[in-house]
């Protein structure tokens, strides 16, 4: 669903957001989380999500188009203790104005370390985003640094954590490093965007692997299977 995912576009104030005229998921996490390198890992590509590290765009709300025409927008990094102030507080207006008034976004992919998930910035995005009443996904990212009891037992806490806030949410261990985690999350998202995935997406999720890349395109539908009604087919 990412592949072929290119950069459309920066936007440093709200007014020069392009209209919301695509359904959009953002990508919101600690600086150094790991946000980019998961972009890239979804996109299967190295250097797309690095448009949002370059000087100058730190700062700016980066909008990335799918091939299927959706947004994916990478929103800037949070937590340098050292910003300045007025730069704090520019960006916390920027983005909870973004988060919670954006028409088209679809859901949060919120982006944690696996070591730190939960700051408090993280749950001010959740708080922001709460009235929204759309879902939010917890990416708990650089998972290969945990063992796998230390990793299964982040995520029991993270998700009781998760249960305290009205919110939808869902949460899973992810990795770009390892590539773990990456079927997972397109299934979450493309469930957001309306988008139908493929058969063996579907068992890959269901934690069988198929063997074969997957497509979420070309694959035969059974008569009657459209997609719920309203779900809208990207082109
Ligand atoms: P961002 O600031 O949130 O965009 O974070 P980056 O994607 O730039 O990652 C920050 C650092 O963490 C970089 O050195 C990455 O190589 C490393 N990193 C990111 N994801 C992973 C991961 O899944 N596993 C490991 N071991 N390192 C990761």
Redesign the pocket.
Known sequence: MFRNTSYVASAQHLRDLPPPSEPEIAFA??????????I?ALANQTRL?FV??TPGRTQQINFFRLARGAFLVDLP?YGYATAPKALREQWEATLSTYLQTRTSLRGLAL?MDARHPLTARDELMLAWFKPTGRPIHVLL?????LSRTEAAKTLQRVRARLAGFDIHWTAQL?????RNGVDEAEAVFAAWLGVEVGPSLMLATAGRTSGHHRRSDGHKKAPGQRGKPGAKRLK
């Not at 996490?29 to 998961?38: F, L, M």
């Not at 990212?141 to 640094?145: L, P, Q, V």
């Open positions: 996490g600690r600086s150094n989380a790991g946000k980019s390198s998961a890239n999500a949002s590290k990094g982006v990212t650089k998972a290969d640094k992810f990795s770009s490093l390892k």
